[in-house]
C-alpha cells in the first residue's frame, strides 16, 4: 500500500492567515492526488484534484500544488467557514489511500 | 446536481453482515464509478471499494475476502454487503461516485453510522 504521512496533525491559526498544510507518499505517485475538506458531522468535500485543479465551486483561496511524492494544499487568506478537517488521497494505486489528517483549529 | 442516500440498518450484530444501498438522483449510475468508503468514529477515512456501472469492481485488500459491492442500474443503486462483522466496523458509512484519471470522489452522501454490537 501506497503510504500517506500528512502533517501537521494539528493547526491553530487565525482568519487572514496563510496556511499551508503537506502531505509526503512513500513511493512516487505523479499527479494522482487530491484534497477534501470535511467538517464536522458532514461527509467530506473535494477542494483540489489531479494536485492542483480546483474543483468547480471551491474558492480560489485553496490551491493545491506538487507531484511525485510531495504535496501542498495552501489557504491563502483563511475565512471562518474554512475551520475544519483536511485529508489527502492517492489514486496511483489501489487500495486508495487517504492520510490521516489536518485540523484546522481557530487560534 | 446528483445526489446520493445511504440507506441501511444502523444496527448490526456481531458475526452478521452489514448491508448497505446507496440511492443516486439527478443523474445515471451509468458511465461512472461508484464508491463505498468509511470513517470509524473520531478517525480517518479508509476506501472499502468501487464498482464500474457495468459491475466490475475493486476491494481494498485489507476488507476484499467480507465485502461484496453489487449496483442495479435499473433502480440507480448500488450496494455494500460487509460479512462478519466486528466492533472494529463500526464506523460512518459514506457513497461517493468516482471520476477517473485520478481516481478521486467528487459527489458524496450525507454518511450513515454502522453500530457493530449484540
Known amino acids: 500500500d501506497i503510504q500517506m504521512t500528512q502533517s501537521p496533525s494539528s493547526l491553530s491559526a487565525s482568519v487572514g492567515d496563510r496556511v499551508t498544510i503537506t502531505c509526503r507518499t512513500n513511493?512516487?505517485?505523479?499527479?494522482?492526488f487530491n484534497w477534501y475538506q470535511q467538517k464536522p458531522g458532514k461527509a467530506p468535500k473535494l477542494l483540489i484534484y489531479?494536485?492542483?485543479s480546483l474543483q468547480s465551486g471551491v474558492p480560489s483561496r485553496f490551491s493545491g500544488s506538487g507531484s511525485g511524492t510531495d504535496f501542498t494544499l495552501t489557504i491563502s487568506s483563511l475565512q471562518p467557514e474554512d475551520f475544519a478537517a483536511y485529508y489527502c488521497?492517492?489514486?496511483?494505486?489501489?487500495?486508495?489511500?487517504f492520510g490521516q489528517g489536518t485540523r484546522l483549529e481557530i487560534k | 446536481q446528483v445526489q446520493l442516500q445511504e440507506s441501511g440498518p444502523g444496527l448490526v450484530k456481531p458475526s452478521e453482515t452489514l448491508s448497505l444501498t446507496c440511492t443516486v438522483s439527478?443523474?445515471?449510475?451509468?458511465?461512472?464509478?461508484w464508491s463505498w468508503i468509511r470513517q470509524p468514529p473520531g478517525k480517518g477515512l479508509e476506501w472499502i471499494g468501487y464498482?464500474?456501472?457495468?459491475?466490475?469492481?475493486k476491494y481494498n485488500p485489507s476488507l476484499k475476502s467480507r465485502v461484496t459491492i453489487s449496483v442495479d442500474t435499473s433502480k440507480n443503486q448500488f450496494s455494500l454487503r460487509l460479512s462478519s462483522v466486528t466492533a472494529a466496523d463500526t464506523a460512518v458509512y459514506y457513497c461517493?461516485?468516482?471520476?477517473?484519471?485520478?481516481?478521486?470522489?467528487?459527489?458524496w452522501g450525507q454518511g450513515t453510522l454502522v453500530t457493530v454490537s449484540s
Open positions: 461517493a461516485r468516482v471520476r477517473v484519471a485520478p481516481y478521486y470522489f467528487d459527489y
Open positions: 439527478g443523474g445515471s449510475i451509468s458511465s461512472y464509478y
Open positions: 464498482i464500474y456501472y457495468s459491475g466490475s469492481t
Open positions: 513511493q512516487s505517485i505523479s499527479s494522482y
Open positions: 489531479a494536485a492542483s
Open positions: 488521497q492517492q489514486s496511483y494505486n489501489t487500495p486508495i489511500t
